[in-house]
């Protein structure tokens, strides 16, 4: 094998639930495109890095229309109800409850999750940048933790719930979690919207 090859798989690798089979799989696809499907590809991806930027309030990634916008449309929309916030971990969790078209409040994101409770983990999390936008806005009634029911993420909710309660009573809000009906050990971004809906409307 090429190292051309080896180099590339070993990139794919590296991508979230692609292990080294799948990655071979994507490079010899690859190799049976045609050039122009290739600069096609290299050039979005160039794009992306380019013309996405991440919300000042909420981190999610957005295009904005010009160069001094850094609200994304969820944080700058006067329709959204700002008594509410919901945490989540990643971007297509975020992506998946506005699927269901059921919730209508605001998010943060994580950035990911505490995965051995060492402090890099913690320090990795957007954690700080969380608790300054509660005490910054000083309008959230209740704070959702819908962190996925994974060891990792139930760990993680146990740190920000701990986090959240030490702002209290000087900001006064609830903290609920999503309903038990998300399959344990599941992710968010796979559950169905039936699901998703069941889980928001029982949260506690």
Do not use: W
């Amino acid at each position: 094998m090429s190292d051309s090859v080896k180099k590339l798989i070993e990139l794919f690798s590296k991508f979230p639930a692609v292990g080294p089979r799948t990655a071979g799989r994507f490079v010899f696809y690859l190799m049976k495109l045609p050039k122009e499907k290739i600069n096609e590809l290299t050039s979005a991806i160039g794009e992306l890095k380019n013309k996405i930027k991440f919300c000042v309030l909420c981190f999610n990634p957005f295009e904005p229309q010009d160069t001094i916008e850094n609200l994304c449309p969820i944080c700058k929309n006067p329709l959204r109800n700002n008594q509410l916030l919901c945490v989540v971990e990643k971007e297509t969790d975020l992506m998946s409850i506005e699927n269901t078209k059921k919730y209508n409040g605001l998010y943060f994101v994580l950035g990911g999750t505490v995965a051995t409770m060492k402090k890099n983990d913690i320090d990795n999390l957007r954690i700080q940048n969380l608790l300054e936008r509660i005490k910054a806005h000083g309008k959230f009634t209740e704070i959702i933790i819908a962190t996925n029911p994974t060891p990792e993420g139930k760990a993680t909710s146990v740190l920000i719930e701990r986090k959240l309660k030490n702002l209290t009573p000087v900001i006064v809000f609830k903290i609920t979690h999503l309903a038990q009906g998300l399959p344990v050990g599941g992710e968010l971004e796979y559950a169905d919207e039936e699901t998703l809906e069941s889980a928001f409307e029982g949260r506690k």
